[in-house]
């Protein structure tokens, strides 16, 4: 951190604490060399994802898409919201991590047949109808040849 006054490269840390609710840490930093002592604010630098569409469109990405179509494929199932909301937020998590400023809605879509596979094969089959988009009854009857196989 380069310093206000003097313009010197370095500074030392003398006190860190969390601010607007563990959001940000303010940090108290002194000058190397010329001892003048400044403030500091960390925030965590939130990347906003877009979501690429199958038609390419972009739109920024929401949670409530994923929560809603994941609810509606467990209605009725013995799901609880917490699971969902579990499934929702190992997906976000796994969006972070990838550290990629854009993804496709069909990443989206397997990474949620893939954990709803694991969850309820009832809501999985739902989820993949609407997601894939089945034609007709062959290709429904092939996804659920492919789940009676594994």
Do not use: H, W
């Not at 002194?30 to 690429?52: G, L, N, S």
């Not at 920024?60 to 937020?89: A, H």
């Not at 309820?120 to 993949?128: I, L, P, Q």
């Not at 009854?137 to 040849?145: A, I």
Request: one cysteine or more.
């Amino acid at each position: 951190m380069k310093c206000p006054y003097c313009s010197f490269v370095d500074s030392k840390v003398v006190d860190s604490r969390p601010t607007d609710e563990g959001q940000s840490i303010r940090r108290r930093r002194e000058c190397i060399d010329c001892k003048k002592r400044f403030t500091t604010y960390e925030k965590i630098e939130e990347v906003p994802i877009i979501v690429v569409k199958k038609n390419g469109n972009r739109e920024s990405y929401d949670r409530n898409k994923i929560l809603n179509g994941i609810i509606k494929s467990c209605e009725k199932r013995p799901v609880s919201i917490k699971d969902i909301e579990s499934i929702v937020d190992e997906i976000e998590t796994e969006l972070s991590n990838s550290l990629e400023k854009e993804v496709t809605s069909v990443t989206i879509g397997e990474m949620v047949m893939n954990r709803l596979k694991g969850v309820d094969e009832v809501a999985y089959v739902r989820f993949a109808s609407v997601y894939r988009q089945f034609k007709d009854l062959n290709t429904f009857m092939s996804e659920l040849k492919k789940l009676l196989g594994e």
